[in-house]
């Protein structure tokens, strides 16, 4: 009885972890996919962002900061912003206008002077101090001092509008920093070609050495080569990203005569060696796991040993041999580091 209850006890608690697990996991999964959402659906930020650098006191529309080093966030809906901080021996004051309803980024600012408005080319030569646009969707504006360092500067933020998603997906541009525009069918389309060939290189010698193994190598020789391939399925991939940097890269540079060796068949090699334990390992415990009287009973029948190992013992085996393929492809579509260590880190068409 009291075993019993001991085990229903078991039960309840496994199913209660268990629940919880999932309800996490669930959790954690859907708000990945909403953050990651967001910025198709919405804009990065109602309104516009200054961010004060060395700017001890600033006075925004009115409102005074002092040591204010985070973001400013003004009003959504605030087009005409004015700004004014001591510096050097006086207040300097501009204005800028932002029109929302424009749809280039370089445009959407208008700079005042002396109750003129200026475009920006119009702005940056008329005033004292700097104003450049390091990227899309940011402007800064920066006063001289004695060392360039120490220059106290401005950023205006703009909200970035919601990104479109077919050009996500369909756009062969990756320029994130300057310009903004993310396009990841590059990325896309090279994953699924260094996973495909990865497939086509690794899957073949995997069987041929697990068919080996298993059906040919002595018992004694097979179990120390299949204690090295095992250790070969532990290895980091990071280690597996430096020998192919070391190694088949320039080897792929030498035979091609190309400039760099950082291609797409440099990852394909790499990700052919480290599917290839995993496969070879799955694939020939898969082998071993046919009855012996399924071979006897082929070597009986007339067949050779070569003949049995393909045509009787390999098909037997089909469905441990074919999740050994899958687990291989999955780790080849999931794998980075070593992607990005032999063929860069560089998108290209």
């Not at 999964?29 to 004060?52: D, K």
């Not at 002092?66 to 912003?81: M, P, Q, W, Y």
């Not at 424009?102 to 003129?116: C, K, L, V, Y």
Request: net charge neutral; glycine share 6%.
């Amino acid at each position: 009885m009291k075993r019993k209850n001991l085990d229903r006890l078991f039960k309840y608690l496994v199913s209660t972890v268990a629940l919880f697990s999932i309800l996490a996991l669930g959790a954690i999964v859907t708000f990945v996919f909403l953050q990651g959402s967001r910025t198709f659906f919405t804009a990065t930020a109602p309104g516009l962002r200054l961010v004060p650098q060395r700017i001890s006191d600033i006075t925004v529309n009115g409102e005074r900061y002092l040591n204010h080093s985070a973001f400013i966030h003004l009003a959504e809906g605030t087009r005409l912003v004015s700004v004014s901080f001591p510096f050097a021996d006086g207040i300097e004051t501009f204005e800028f206008y932002f029109d929302m309803e424009e749809t280039e980024p370089r445009e959407a600012i208008r700079f005042f002077q002396d109750g003129q408005r200026l475009s920006y080319d119009e702005f940056i030569h008329g005033f004292h101090g700097n104003v450049s646009y390091p990227e899309a969707y940011v402007f800064t504006v920066s006063w001289p001092a004695a060392i360039a360092a120490l220059e106290p500067r401005l950023h205006i933020i703009l909200p970035e509008p919601p990104y479109n998603f077919f050009a996500f997906l369909t756009g062969t541009e990756w320029r994130p920093t300057i310009l903004k525009i993310y396009g990841i069918l590059p990325m896309i389309v090279a994953s699924i070609m260094a996973a495909l060939g990865a497939i086509l290189i690794g899957v073949p010698l995997a069987l041929l050495c697990a068919v080996f193994m298993s059906e040919f190598l002595p018992q004694r020789f097979a179990t120390i080569a299949r204690s090295g391939i095992e250790l070969l399925a532990g290895i980091p991939s990071v280690v597996y990203g430096f020998f192919g940097l070391m190694v088949i890269v320039p080897l792929v540079r030498e035979i091609f005569n190309i400039p760099a060796g950082n291609t797409l068949l440099s990852a394909t090699i790499v990700l052919s060696l480290m599917i290839l334990p995993t496969v070879t390992t799955i694939a020939e415990t898969s082998l071993r796991a046919v009855p012996r009287s399924v071979r006897e009973a082929s070597l009986a029948l007339g067949a050779s040993e070569m003949q049995t190992a393909w045509r009787v013992v390999l098909p037997h085996a089909s469905s441990g041999v074919l999740a050994g393929v899958i687990l291989g492809m999955s780790r080849a579509v999931g794998e980075t580091m070593a992607v990005i260590l032999v063929a860069g880190n560089s998108p290209q068409w």
